[in-house]
């Protein structure tokens, strides 16, 4: 098995953000919650306890066993983290008399620590905590310390355990990733093995295991998840691969067309399915966004298993999950209440009967495009920005119409490629558009116009899971909002969207 750093979530917002981190050093890792340590521990090579939004004095703060860790592998413990270990000791955690929120600086580093190896005095660290360690356990020494906190990072005598209070995770501490070098290289010994071409060759390898000469069915939706997945399958069983494109109506413009040829340049067996006219009937009058995720959701099973059924045999369904889905539907309470709905393939029913083959649940979206670089696909689709399985019905706030799809086509369109023009698509996350159920007073020429209004966003972020709203040029906004009233009969007013995520989402619906 692979070498593996085993994160365990007490529940802290950047848990996923100290996964992409451990990735980044090519090392690979999983986070489990912290109640349910993996039985078998031969493949892990070190532990990080993540910081919680609990307190170790709450009456119901998460607690786990470390027994059958603490002093056969390594172990980092993360503010909360860090706080676990002391007080399990009987070391002293307090609520701080101010609480300790953002930047600070290392005052006091124990040069002779191998945690704090090359970590200078002064360095910029972030701390993100209300309580404080007052008193450590005997056998606990302080690593480091910073102007206001003197607990800042110790190390247990005769163990490799260590406890920081700080987020070396965050790009806010300068030298963090430093430290985690520190201890998952040259603490937890790790060899940095983890790489795209490796991933590639053991995973063709284990596809080619598991499904022999069996038929694979895919959903293919145009994304970089399940193009990656398709190349992935098609390395490994060639033409036993089976896709599916289909086209709910609710694309880009010219999208259905354009995905389909790019697929076939890529030798992979497709058949794209145009049901645009299915999922318009289904959507008529439906307003509320959830009602419209459930209609889209349930009409693509029903068109997607009518197109498996008509290939003989096939005993597979492949998926483009990613590690996020899989983290998402496990929380450190135990299974998630609920799973999204605009997942498209996600929720295929019982009745299919296709066992389920996931190339990609171990990676992050950026670790899913550097195997796409690898492979060597278009960069059209692995820097393709992430868009919704629901499409332009979520996008459409209110019923969903043809009129309305093919209005904010045009000014998808018309954003999108201002983006690709100036060179400014690659500098955002995710960037769309979305039509209001508004309308607005304008005047166009010497006549008074009552017409819709639509709504500009794009965010800069790395993961999704939070985002800054882009601070595109003005001069281009200014461009890009006169082309659109200009050429798209229906609309008369432009906003550009400024809310970041939290509090905001990133789509509207």
């Not at 031969?42 to 860790?69: T, Y």
């Not at 999204?340 to 950026?366: Q, R, T």
């Not at 490629?417 to 769309?432: F, P």
């Amino acid at each position: 098995m692979e070498e593996t750093i085993l994160i365990l979530d007490f529940g802290s917002q950047y848990t996923q953000l100290i996964a992409r981190r451990v990735r980044e050093l090519n090392v690979y890792c999983e986070i489990y919650p912290y109640h349910k340590i993996p039985e078998s521990i031969e493949h892990i090579k070190g532990v990080i306890l993540s910081g919680s939004p609990f307190s170790v004095s709450d009456k119901n703060a998460p607690v786990s066993d470390l027994s059958a860790l603490r002093r056969k592998v390594p172990v980092l413990g993360v503010c909360y983290g860090a706080q676990h270990l002391a007080s399990h000791e009987g070391g002293e955690v307090e609520p701080s008399k101010i609480r300790e929120y953002g930047r600070a600086n290392l005052a006091y580093i124990n040069a002779n620590c191998e945690l704090m190896k090359g970590i200078t005095i002064g360095s910029q660290v972030w701390m993100s905590h209300g309580d404080t360690i007052r008193k450590l356990p005997e056998s606990f020494d302080i690593i480091t310390s910073t102007r206001d906190v003197e607990v800042a990072g110790f190390k247990v005598r005769g163990e490799r355990t260590y406890g920081i209070q700080f987020h070396p995770e965050v790009y806010h501490t300068l030298e963090g990733k430093n430290l985690l070098e520190n201890f998952i290289v040259n603490i937890c010994d790790c060899s940095q093995s983890w790489t795209p071409a490796s991933f590639i060759e053991t995973t063709v390898q284990s596809l080619k295991q598991s499904l022999n000469e069996d038929k694979v069915v895919l959903g293919l939706s145009g994304g970089v998840d399940s193009s990656v997945t398709a190349v992935l399958l098609h390395k490994a069983i060639g033409k036993n691969l089976h896709c599916i494109f289909v086209d709910n109506g609710l694309l880009r413009k010219n999208e259905f067309e354009s995905v389909l040829d790019s697929y076939k340049h890529m030798g992979l067996n497709v058949r794209g399915v145009d049901a645009k006219d299915r999922f318009y009937e289904v959507l008529k009058g439906i307003s509320d966004p959830e009602g419209k995720r459930k209609a889209i959701g349930g009409m693509f099973i029903e068109v997607f298993d009518e197109a498996a059924h008509e290939i003989q045999d096939v005993s597979w369904l492949a998926q483009g999950t990613i590690y996020p889905d899989v983290i998402e539907s496990v929380s450190v309470k135990g299974p998630s209440a609920t799973i999204k709905s605009h997942h498209n393939v996600g929720g295929l029913p019982d009745f299919m009967k296709l066992k389920i083959i996931e190339p990609l649940n171990a990676l992050f979206k950026d670790e899913v495009r550097r195997i796409g670089r690898e492979l060597e696909m278009a960069e059209a689709i692995i820097g393709r920005h992430p868009f919704p399985g629901p499409g332009l019905g979520i996008r459409i706030i209110g019923d969903v119409t043809r009129e309305k799809i093919s209005i904010l086509q045009e000014v998808d369109a018309i954003f999108i490629g201002g983006l690709k023009k100036h060179k400014l698509y690659d500098e955002v996350w995710q960037a769309l558009t979305v039509l209001l159920p508004v309308q607005s007073v304008g005047v166009m020429g010497d006549e008074r116009t009552y017409e819709n209004v639509v709504v500009l966003r794009a965010v800069g972020s790395t993961d999704g899971m939070t985002a800054d709203w882009s601070h595109l040029p003005s001069e281009f906004l200014a461009k890009v909002s006169n082309e659109i009233i200009n050429k798209v009969k229906g609309v008369n007013r432009v906003v550009y969207d400024i809310s970041s995520k939290p509090p905001s989402t990133i789509e509207w619906e």
